[in-house]
């Protein structure tokens, strides 16, 4: 007999999300599972600092928000039979476990707890703040196969939130490539929650009542909410894989094919997408639209997963600080060539002289500006060094020297700090067989998760024929964004573009026109950077990754935007020639 599908929904994008979103996907709707995704590569620095700190305290290393939301929902989850899994344990699964226990004895409810640990490897990394092997969903899976009401871990990949419960759910081995290579694509659509429904969305002012409370004009926004207050994603899995994307009745937001195909876009690479459990195929994905709100994705095939495991290092780099001259009116350049020239000669001169010290000019500054802001533009200057004598004092002094003595109208917007410490992400790579994944079971028994059995070293897939180019016709200058979404982000030094066209005519342009060299041109920032395209038909999408574009990592703040986060609205904001068919 079939197993009947699994409705699993997500709650939690980051660490940080909404509070309320635990009891929003408890209460609005029918479902069997509720995840929530804690973790980013920056989060597992902050709590890597925060343990350094507190080797000793026994709530250090997790996300107590976690501990903070099941104090109101955890009697909703048990009454409702919703079991919940998150990888809010960071770098103290156990801990969290405990914490759950003891937050459930004082509720008096009756729950068992579980979780999964063998992913802190820092032990075998010197040097590291925290070191921790991306897992697969096997541990999370034998917990629920035993019973457990809630998993908590420590470092899983997002989409292992999803791929556990299912292989619990559904009683797939680890052999079932296509099977769970489905629920890592569902999973990687619910593991950002509002992203998939509207958040964050290229065409977000199309999405119905988004202007908020009121309209343009003031009368009141039509539709359930908008994007006031979008729902939370949830898929109803299915037991060959197959997904239904869709949220809650009646929240706000928008599913559609866009929405999904924004995310499946997010930070990924290429058309193989390798994880700890299955390489999923992205190149095999068809979406449809399956009713209001609800976006089937058929189609995943899957690959035996690589022979190694993925480990995310992360140490301190050093100390930072930062200093930002207004610079108003006239003679822009000249003002910030003036301060720069003082301010670098003091720093030379310095008993403490920065190892790096990087400038940027925003032109945020109008001519004849009505207001004295709009008048300014921004001179932004970082420095980095080992010692925080010289990046805090050093900076410091003279910067705050230069008040009486350079341009005119000289002020900045916050005095230099001390300084503060910044991180650096590193990916390693370990072989799987050495990890000691372990199911740490609600009666206290550990059951060990054996690594695959079959691998497969991930290779780049030949280039897809491409569809035929647009016949000529008369062009017109415009932004990219009129004809093509975009959603971008990080990964440790490197950033992705993800960009899609909505139609099949739009497609043909784009495929052929945005190639590696046209981006180059577009982002000049690029141009000397390490520009890989991958094409994905399925999708009418192209996705860019840039190599090196963020330095060393999110937490080393190296750019202006140092996640990314907006470089594929900048490059639809860009101009070229477009087909006036098209527009």
Aim: proline share 7%; net charge negative.
């Amino acid at each position: 007999m079939t197993a009947a599908p699994l409705r699993i929904g997500n709650a939690s994008g980051f660490y940080g999300d909404r509070f309320d979103a635990m009891r929003e996907m408890l209460t609005g709707g029918e479902l069997d599972v509720l995840t929530g995704d804690y973790l980013a590569e920056l989060t597992m620095l902050i709590l890597g600092r925060d343990r350094l700190k507190n080797p000793t305290d026994r709530t250090a290393g997790y996300a107590r928000t976690f501990l903070r939301q099941l104090e109101e929902c955890l009697g909703l989850a048990h009454e409702r039979g919703v079991r919940i899994v998150a990888n809010a344990g960071g770098l103290n699964p156990a801990g969290l476990a405990d914490a759950v226990r003891e937050l459930a004895d004082r509720l008096g409810i009756p729950v068992r707890v579980a979780h999964v640990e063998g992913d802190d490897l820092t032990a075998l990394h010197p040097g590291s703040l925290a070191a921790h092997a991306y897992l697969g969903g096997f541990g999370i899976a034998a917990c629920l196969r035993e019973g457990a009401d809630i998993v908590v871990t420590g470092r899983v990949t997002d989409a292992a939130l999803v791929t556990g419960p299912a292989a619990a759910h559904f009683g797939w081995g680890p052999g079932e490539y296509d099977r769970l290579a489905g629920a890592v694509v569902a999973g990687h659509v619910l593991e950002c929650g509002a992203q998939a429904t509207g958040g964050n969305y290229a065409f977000f002012h199309e999405v119905h009542g988004a202007h908020g409370a009121h309209d343009l004009h003031g009368a009141r926004a039509p539709g359930p909410a908008g994007l006031r207050h979008p729902g939370f994603p949830l898929a109803e899995l299915h037991a060959d894989g197959t997904a239904v994307i869709t949220k809650h009745p009646g929240t706000g937001g928008l599913v559609d094919v866009g929405t999904v195909t924004a995310q499946l876009l997010y930070e990924t690479g290429g058309a193989r997408y390798a994880g700890p459990d299955v390489t999923a195929r992205l190149d095999t994905i068809r979406l449809t639209q399956d009713g209001p709100d609800r976006v089937r994705v058929e189609g995943v095939r899957g690959e035996a997963p690589p022979p190694t495991l993925k480990v995310g290092l992360n140490r301190l780099g050093g100390f930072r600080n930062e200093v930002t001259f207004v610079l108003t009116g006239l003679e822009i350049e000249r003002k910030a060539a003036l301060v720069r020239d003082q301010l670098e000669t003091a720093l030379a001169a310095a008993k403490y002289r920065p190892e790096h010290v990087d400038w940027e000019l925003a032109r945020t500054d109008h001519p004849d500006a009505r207001t004295e802001e709009t008048a300014s533009a921004l001179l932004r200057v970082v420095v980095r060094d080992p010692d925080q004598n010289a990046v805090g004092r050093t900076l410091g002094a003279a910067a705050v020297e230069l008040a009486l003595a350079s341009y005119p109208g000289f002020h900045v917007l916050a005095p230099p700090g001390k300084g503060a410490p910044y991180g650096v992400f590193e990916a390693a790579y370990v072989d799987r067989g050495t990890v000691p994944h372990t199911a740490v079971l609600h009666d206290g028994r550990r059951l060990p998760v054996p690594p695959a059995d079959d691998t497969l070293v991930p290779r780049p897939v030949d280039e897809p024929p491409l569809p035929e180019p647009l016949p000529p016709g008369p062009l017109r200058r415009a932004p990219l964004g009129l004809v093509a979404g975009a959603r971008s982000g990080d990964k440790g030094g490197d950033a992705n573009i993800g960009l899609w066209a909505r139609t099949d005519d739009a497609w043909r342009w784009l495929a052929h026109t945005l190639t590696t060299d046209r981006l180059r041109e577009l982002l000049p920032e690029t141009a000397d950077l390490t520009v890989v395209r991958h094409v994905l038909p399925n999708l009418r999408a192209l996705n860019f990754e840039i190599v090196g574009i963020l330095g060393e990592g999110v937490a080393s703040q190296a750019r202006f935007d140092p996640q990314a986060k907006a470089l594929g609205e900048w490059l639809r904001s860009r101009h070229l020639d477009i087909p006036e068919s098209l527009l």
